[in-house]
């Protein structure tokens, strides 16, 4: 529209004093037919044309000018100029005004629309303090007179709280753009459900069920057979019962259109720490020139020495204090360790920490551990970061693992030797022998009572007199005669 009043003003430009009464003229005609001038712009573009619009002839006819009339035009051709260029400024300001005011948009409301909508949102933020927010938020829809709808608050194991709100649908991006500040905004969801025909519909029915429930009414009223009345009834009861359904249902509907309803989440922010990390690396080696070149599997004589090379880098950007390290399955001496690179009391981040233990391999065994079928020597790290202030961060570990073979030993025992498997036999019997005793040790007093009880039952039988068994009497009450005895052997015999 701009481009158009100005290619118009471009055009209808002359050198004339005559002219800038009809330029403003136009200039108001089309600004009026856009609908976006203000009182204002008008009244300072007419002031401004004034004295143009006074010194102009009462009518002016292009087709009968005669040249002396030109030559008055060209006379005046500077003057003309000027007040033109004063109407053309005063016009441009006059435009500024009302595309300024053409491009504020006037804000709609579902009244201004005739729909019934329900406007839904949810909002997640993070905040230092939960419950300071969830106070702050509480305060600001109470003083756009909402209300809160439910509270949910909770302190552990996070805190966090959850709340609801209803206002009003003309409150409700004013809310919005509130409610986000008092954290920092995580996740936003708006939803606008236009119910218009389902309130339409309830309307409908409830019109219809009304109808229906009065005229079952005046029935009812002029009912005589009880049979009818009890039917009738039947059917008032079911009409009235679905109408108190609709009517339900539409106040409900009435009231989510009524009020807005907004969801708030307030989480905790997350501790953010800073950076932290440790790297741990270990090698074994035979070589006592340069220990730390070796390789993760090492096979190495029945007796020898090996050399276990531990490298610590701190990974992370806080400096690693309190550095510690700790034998996992092998007990080695780890306090001799031998420094060659960096301090075992901080390590600042990107440097290393090289260190050398030097341990003996004594008949195929490494610290007492038997290593002819392959041994796994780990190590742990440990350290406690700090940050640029010196307060300490949590524990960070780092592990590294190494394997050593020792070859077996193929020569002869000797008397030693044997000594040594024996004495490690019988070390052996024995303890398998205090193991017995120690297992069986509280079932003695069970043991006793149970032998003194056999004892007593054995020596009561013995003390126990044998009993003669009575003689058998005849039927006539004399005792019978002695059974014979056996028949001496002859002498001869």
């Known amino acids: 529209m701009h481009d158009a009043i100005n290619l ?3 055009t209808l430009r002359r050198p004339s004093r005559i002219l800038a009464p009809a330029l403003l003229g136009a200039a108001l005609a089309l ?34 000018a005669t040249e002396d009339t030109a030559e008055a035009a060209a006379a005046s051709a500077p003057a003309a100029d000027a007040e033109a ?24 409301t579902p009244a201004d629309l005739g729909r019934d909508i329900v406007y839904r949102a949810t909002i997640s933020v993070q905040a230092d303090d939960v419950t300071a927010a969830g106070n702050e938020a509480v305060a600001i829809v109470q003083g756009l007179g909402g209300i809160v709808f439910n509270q949910t608050t909770r302190t552990e194991p996070r805190p966090s709280a959850e709340i609801t709100f209803k206002v009003l649908p003309g409150d409700f ?4 753009e509130r409610l986000a500040g008092v954290g920092k905004l995580v996740d936003q969801s708006i939803s606008a459900d236009d119910v218009t025909e389902r309130v339409v519909d309830l309307q409908s029915r409830i019109s219809t069920a009304e109808t229906s429930v009065t005229r079952l009414r005046r029935l009812l009223e002029e009912a005589v057979e009880l049979e009818d009345v009890a039917q009738i009834e039947r059917e008032l009861l079911d009409r009235e019962t679905t109408l ?21 989440s307030i989480r905790q ?10 790297a741990v690396e270990a090698w074994i080696s035979d070589d006592t020139d340069d220990p730390c070149l070796g390789a993760q599997h090492l096979t190495v004589e029945p007796d020898s020495t090996v050399y276990l090379c531990l490298e610590v880098e701190n990974s992370g950007a806080s400096a690693l204090t309190d550095v510690s390290v700790r034998s996992l399955d092998v007990r080695l001496d780890v306090g001799a360790f031998e420094l060659l690179q960096g301090r075992f009391d901080r390590i600042e981040p990107r440097e290393l920490l090289v260190a050398v233990l030097e341990v003996p391999v004594t008949d195929g065994r490494l610290a007492g551990r038997t290593a002819t079928r392959g041994l796994e020597v780990g190590l742990e790290v440990e350290a406690t970061p700090v940050d640029a202030d010196g307060a300490e961060l949590p524990e960070v570990s780092g592990a590294a693992s190494v394997w050593l073979d020792s070859r077996a030993d193929e020569s002869l025992p000797g008397f030693a030797d044997s000594v040594s498997e024996g004495a490690g036999f019988l070390r052996t019997i024995v303890g398998v022998v205090l193991v017995a005793v120690g297992v069986l040790v509280p079932f003695l ?15 009561r039988r013995g003390r126990r007199p044998e009993r003669t068994p009575k003689s058998k009497r005849t039927k006539s ?5 002695a059974p014979p005895s056996a028949p001496e052997r002859s002498s001869e015999s």
């Open 85 to 108: 260029a004063l109407a053309e400024a005063a016009l441009a300001e006059a435009i500024a005004q009302s595309g300024a005011a053409l491009a504020v948009p006037t804000a709609l």
């Open 477 to 481: 009450g004399a005792p019978a005669p």
């Open 31 to 64: 600004l009026s037919g856009c609908g976006g001038s203000d009182d204002v712009a008008l009244e300072r573009t007419m002031a401004a044309a004034a004295p143009a619009a006074e010194d102009a002839p009462a009518a002016y006819d292009v087709g009968t």
């Open 173 to 176: 991006s004013t809310a919005l």
């Open 8 to 10: 118009h003003v471009r």
């Open 445 to 459: 007093p069970f043991v006793a009572a149970i032998a003194a009880l056999v004892w007593w039952r054995i020596r």
């Open 244 to 264: 108190e359904v609709l009517r339900g249902q539409l106040r409900t509907l009435r009231d989510q259109v009524d009020l807005a309803t907004i969801t708030l």
């Open 269 to 278: 922010s997350p501790t953010v720490l800073p950076d932290t990390g440790i």
